[in-house]
């Protein structure tokens, strides 16, 4: 089962360029989450998605978007990459069904510096 | 004041101690409540989940949920070098869909 599949897993940008960061669930989950972890700042929400076609911020969203075509994946966009936007960023995603939303499925984490 | 505070430790304990890990919030409305466990280089995965308050046992943890204390806990017994990890708890509540965490601690188990 691949569950949850960030690409790229490593990445190195200079100030200022774009990419985008893809995150893909197999598991038809409705809900998907982007989330950044810093030494000493634990995981941070940046946007999430309640369904197909639904954003929404979280706490720190500035300097991302994101958006959701599909059910299955969920893309986070910089497109003006700062130096402190150099993390590792963890997608993740969960089923709507009762509890089963607060038990997050997540990827192996994307790890992005900017330079 | 951050809705979920959590020592970042490190912590370190000798094997078959027992652990406590702890975090406070300041959100009343937080009903959910979840212990995550993340090796190094790994996303996180969920240890325990506990809905209001009240205490939650599996295995060698047990969660706990004082909310008139605003106050969470996770307790390993018989720790293990194989429990040495980050530990995030995470809340929410029923009113937006966002899971917040806290900064995770650190814990190594000393063979």
Known sequence: NAGVTQTPKFRVLKTGQSMTLLCAQDMNHEYMYWYRQDPGMGLRLIHYSV????TAKGEVPDGYNVSRLKKQNFLL???SAAPSQTSVYFCASS???GTRREKLFFGSG???SVL | QKEVEQDPGPLS???GAIVSLNCTYSNSAF???MWYRQYSRKGPELLMY???S???EDGRFTAQVDKSSKYISLFIRDSQPSDSATYLCAMSNNRDDKIIFGKGTRLHILP
């Open chain 1, 51 to 54: 369904g197909e076609g639904t």
């Open chain 1, 95 to 97: 089923s709507d069904r």
């Open chain 2, 54 to 56: 009240g205490n939650k």
């Open chain 2, 50 to 52: 506990t809905y209001s």
């Open chain 1, 110 to 112: 994307t790890q992005l």
């Open chain 2, 31 to 33: 009903q959910y409540f």
């Open chain 2, 13 to 15: 304990v000798p094997e």
């Open chain 1, 77 to 79: 966009g910089l497109e």
